[in-house]
């Protein structure tokens, strides 16, 4: 057997991590002496401590690494390749995206470190009661729109008449990508509430005042247009009346550029008592 110091030479890795590995039940000594704790590994132990440093290098997570190591199932373990192979590929795809917006701020001369400055039309109107379909849940921001689209399949299936594009409420405190709390909408035409199944959350938003702009673009910086709206709300003697929600005009998709993108920012608004 080899002490940890010397199995840590042999596969070229800290005895720091690989007592991390034993934590984390990827890579256990055979033995660990109970009187001093000394760690011991055994020879064909190196073998494993190679795979998991080519699984890094592959950009495994560990507790992807762990279901590596357990599995034998060859065409599962092509799966999990396969899989990390179209997350790199789609990493290197936005990289490269980076690069060239990069690439083009020095091009046309953008002052780098200056703030985006913006200008937002704010117009006060009244919205309308209407009926929406509806599904309140915490998913991770990236995947929006496969929700989107399962909230038009679940219309669908109900031959639910849908009469315009989804919005969106946020309810965090603050901005949590990977679980946001949020509530999906699209506007309805209501005929026969008796013959709507019971798998689609309908409800009916009352008619309300609302402060509303448009921003255009990128939604990294949405909150110009959401920072617009409060400002003109406080300084012309309004109240907030429930959570802001943006409605997606033109998005991703309509296969068009970012800057492209349509989004409608409403607050419902109260008039506060002087």
Known sequence: MYTISRFSQLCKMSARMLRHYDKEELLKPVHVDTTNGYRYYEKNQLETALRIKKLKEYRFSLPEIRTVLQTADRKMLTGLIHLKINELSDEMNRNRQIIKEMQEMINTDVNLMGEEHRSYDILLGMRNEKSVIYQRMSINIADIDQYIDSLYEKAGKGNIPVLGVPSAVFFDEEFLPEHSDMELMIPIMLRNEEAISRDC??????????????????????????????????????????????????????????????????????????
Do not use: S
């Not at 009916?204 to 110009?224: E, N």
């Open 201 to 274: 959350n309908i409800k009916k938003l009352p008619q309300t005042m609302i402060a509303t702009t448009l921003h255009i673009g990128d939604y990294d910086y949405i909150g110009y247009a959401h920072l617009a709206l409060e400002e003109w709300i406080e300084r012309n003697g309004y109240g907030f009346e429930g959570p802001p929600y943006e409605t997606y005009l033109k998005g991703p998709e309509c296969d068009c550029p970012v800057e492209e993108y349509v989004t409608q920012i409403c607050f419902p608004v109260r008039i506060e008592a002087k």
